[in-house]
């Protein structure tokens, strides 16, 4: 506001702080100032940042739950392992006989994870630390992203909050009165993810080189087929603009819908694995009590 209040355009106090406004909202805030039409670039950026935060949000909410739970089931069994199963492992020791062999499997993990505890932890720090170093690099952050979109179930869901981010970011610049080449730059580099930042600053190469948008984005498979054909509808009938704004809002509605369904699909999993990780300790503790008490009622 001070910068604007001196002399300053807003595109230009914008820039100062990249940390709060991406190349994408000061390009059209700069085209908007140019073309006169500040108020409806205004208007279209704050629905814009209101649909992306609330994509952005479904998708971290559908991804956070199971990360949640598996965490807990984690950090419980880890406890189970360290603090409840050796006491248990000293009465079974005493009884003598013979232990069931789940029973054996786990006071053996027990053992491990209780002697040698700092290095379970140690193990863990390094690897989050190098994992976290690794995907700081370029390549890193491309394989890494890349395998985000091959996840099974959440992989379907980030590719299509990120087609909905592109479709509308590149709709809004194109009204804004951005040319298609300087659309694609500006996008390319506010994706967050860096397998469709790489292909879409190609894209913008092809471009500049005479290749149409729908053509170059139909040699990868992170497009859908639906998605270029629209655009290459777009394209030829010079409704580009309004046609990525619609696919925009079909692939919010892709979203949502993928949403829903993955809660469906993930309470069921996370139940199982759940039920198999505590129903292995109890059959492991019960299962010898069980002989012990048969032992007993028999003399």
Known sequence: ALNVEQGESLSGAMEQHTKVFNESEIGMIRSGEVSGHLNNILRDLAKQTEKNAQTLSKVKGALTYPAVVMGILFVVLFLMMTMVIPNITNLFTQTGGDLPTITRVVIGMSTFMREKSYIILGGIVAFAAIFTLWKRTKNGRYLWHAFLLHMPIFGNLIQKSTISQFARTLGNLLA?????????????????????????????????????????????????????????????????????????????????????????????????????AVGGLVAAIMLPIMSLADLAGSV
């Open 176 to 276: 804004a009165g951005v040319t298609i080449n300087q659309s694609l730059n500006i996008i390319s580099n506010a994706m967050n993810n860096e397998v469709y930042k790489r292909k879409i600053k190609l894209a913008g190469d092809d471009i500049r080189g005479g290749i149409p948008l729908a053509e170059t984005l139909r040699t990868s498979s992170y497009f859908p087929l639906m998605l270029v054909n629209m655009i290459e509808i777009g394209e030829q009938t010079a409704q580009l603009e309004s046609v990525t704004k619609r696919i925009a809002d079909f692939y919010d509605e892709q979203v949502d819908e993928a949403v829903k369904g993955l809660t469906k699909v993930i309470e069921p999993i996370i139940m199982v694995v759940v039920g198999l």
